[in-house]
T-cell receptor, first 111, second 109 residues
Framework: KAGVTQTPRYLIKTRGQQVTLSCSPI?????VSWYQQTPGQGLQFLFE???????NKGNFPGRFSGRQFSNSRSEMNVSTLELGDSALYLCASSPNRDSLYFGAGTRLSVL | KNEVEQSPQNLTAQEGEFITINCSYSVGISALHWLQQHPGGGIVSLFM???GKKKHGRLIATINIQEKHSSLHITASHPRDSAVYIC???????????FGSGTQLTVLP
């Protein structure tokens, strides 16, 4: 079974641009969650989706948004990028409450 | 004060040593996760605990809900165990995690 796939793996953008990151969960997993990791703040929860519905959102500004499609694939979007948005963005999928499988992440650099 | 505190922040051990990493949290939780992150960023979920103890190979995780404390033990440590170990708690939803700052473990041959 293929693991959680995140694309692209690396991305360079400039301030003010927007970016879309993609996450394909493990086949059969209906839950997708997103996390941001920075050197200063560590790991922080962004969103959680289940069956195309956002269940929870972390303490991030409205510039951060996401969605989940009927095939469970998920995207997150960051508009009007700021230097502080430079981070490793991780996606995880779950088949149930007890398991969490992470993707390799997308490393975003904002210049 | 952070909701999730890990200790130590850094740990260097010799191959074969018994290792303990501690995690204390201040909120009510439904579950606690132990995660492993290798250089390059990939994260592996090691354990999810809501009570008691779990064992997988050389890894053992325990949780004391009353004391709001969990420990991760590694027996017979090996250089390939070198990684950052992260404790994370779920106050509600299992995926809405609050993370500790991690413990950098280095195991020397």
């Amino acid at each position: 079974k293929a693991g959680v796939t995140q694309t692209p793996r690396y991305l360079i953008k400039t301030r003010g641009q927007q970016v879309t990151l993609s996450c394909s969960p493990i086949s059969g997993h209906r839950s997708v969650s997103w996390y941001q990791q920075t050197p200063g703040q560590g790991l922080q929860f962004l969103f959680e989706y289940f069956s195309e519905t956002q269940r929870n959102k972390g303490n991030f500004p409205g510039r951060f948004s996401g969605r989940q499609f009927s095939n469970s694939r998920s995207e997150m979007n960051v508009s009007t990028l700021e230097l502080g948005d430079s981070a490793l963005y991780l996606c995880a999928s779950s088949p149930n409450r007890d398991s969490l499988y992470f993707g390799a992440g997308t490393r975003l650099s904002v210049l | 004060k952070n909701e999730v505190e890990q200790s130590p922040q850094n740990l260097t051990a010799q191959e074969g040593e018994f290792i303990t990493i501690n995690c204390s949290y201040s909120v009510g939780i439904s579950a606690l996760h132990w995660l492993q992150q290798h250089p390059g960023g990939g994260i592996v979920s090691l354990f999810m605990l809501s009570s008691g103890k779990k064992k997988h190979g050389r890894l053992i995780a325990t949780i004391n809900i009353q004391e709001k404390h969990s420990s991760l033990h590694i027996t017979a440590s090996h250089p390939r165990d070198s990684a950052v170990y992260i404790c994370a708690v779920s106050p509600g939803s299992a995926r809405q995690l609050t993370f500790g700052s991690g413990t950098q473990l280095t195991v020397l041959p």
